[in-house]
């Protein structure tokens, strides 16, 4: 009987991971100030005949805080990328000298920055339903076993909601962190 709850709880858990995980992704999508090569991570390039994430056609580096650098492994695609780029209406301007492609990351704005903060909270939102869909589900699935005592449900039902409590707290802090990234110059 126990097997059945374990089994429920470690369902509702894997879910309220697979938000966090989720949330994180989208967010380092999310530029703070900073160049990163993973403001990158949603370009694709046309590569022979196939679009292909840019990371397995070429380096991407970062030699300072507004400089990212994409050296392809063939110069023969550098048109490619600078038109995948543009296509990922990242608001970049990428120059192509021949040899790399080369990204000037240009300052944020502090209108940029608020936009930016918003997009970070709308994603924590979502990871937040995520979250709580999980415990629904879980809490659902319970009720459906009438060999479960009323007492045993209704502690379970507690200890799922604690486990809510804990996931809803992670993704809180993921978002302070975000934001005072996204906020500080």
Same mark, same amino acid.
């Not at 097997?3 to 509702?12: G, K, P, Q, R, V």
């Not at 994180?24 to 991570?41: D, Q, T, W, Y």
């Not at 650098?69 to 000298?97: D, R």
């Given at each position: 009987?126990?097997?059945?709850?374990?089994?429920? +709880?470690?369902?509702? @858990?894997?879910?309220?991971?697979?938000? #966090?995980?989720?949330?994180?992704?989208?967010?380092?999508?999310?530029?703070?100030? @900073?160049?990163?090569?993973?403001?990158?991570?949603?370009?694709?390039?046309? $590569? $022979?005949?196939?679009?292909?994430?840019?990371?397995?056609?070429?380096? #991407?580096?970062?030699?300072?805080?507004?400089? #990212?650098?994409?050296?392809?492994?063939?110069?023969?695609?550098?048109?490619?990328?600078?038109?995948?780029?543009?296509?990922?209406?990242?608001? +970049?301007?990428?120059?192509?000298?021949?040899?790399?492609?080369?990204?000037?990351?240009?300052? %944020?704005?502090?209108?940029?920055?608020?936009?930016?903060?918003?997009?970070?909270?709308?994603?924590?939102?979502?990871?937040?339903?995520?979250?709580?869909?999980?415990?629904? *589900?879980?809490?659902?699935?319970?009720?459906? $076993?009438?060999?479960?005592?009323? *007492? %045993?449900?209704?502690?379970?039902?507690? *200890?799922?909601?604690?486990?809510?409590?804990? $996931?809803? *707290?992670?993704?809180?802090?993921? +978002?302070? %962190? @975000?934001?005072?990234?996204?906020?500080? %110059?």
């Amino acid at each position: 009987m126990n097997e059945e709850l374990d089994l429920i +709880f470690d369902l509702a @858990k894997e879910s309220m991971s697979n938000a #966090i995980t989720h949330l994180e992704k989208k967010l380092m999508n999310i530029r703070a100030g @900073k160049a990163n090569p993973n403001m990158l991570s949603n370009v694709t390039v046309e $590569y $022979y005949g196939t679009n292909t994430p840019l990371s397995q056609v070429a380096n #991407i580096n970062t030699p300072d805080g507004r400089t #990212i650098i994409i050296q392809p492994w063939e110069k023969s695609i550098l048109p490619e990328v600078e038109k995948g780029i543009e296509i990922a209406n990242l608001g +970049f301007n990428p120059m192509n000298n021949g040899e790399n492609i080369i990204i000037n990351v240009p300052a %944020l704005t502090e209108e940029r920055r608020t936009e930016l903060a918003k997009q970070a909270k709308t994603e924590t939102e979502e990871a937040k339903i995520a979250i709580r869909n999980a415990r629904k *589900d879980a809490n659902n699935e319970i009720k459906k $076993y009438s060999d479960f005592s009323e *007492d %045993l449900k209704k502690n379970s039902e507690l *200890d799922i909601q604690e486990t809510t409590n804990n $996931y809803i *707290d992670k993704v809180d802090k993921i +978002f302070e %962190l @975000k934001q005072k990234e996204i906020m500080t %110059l």
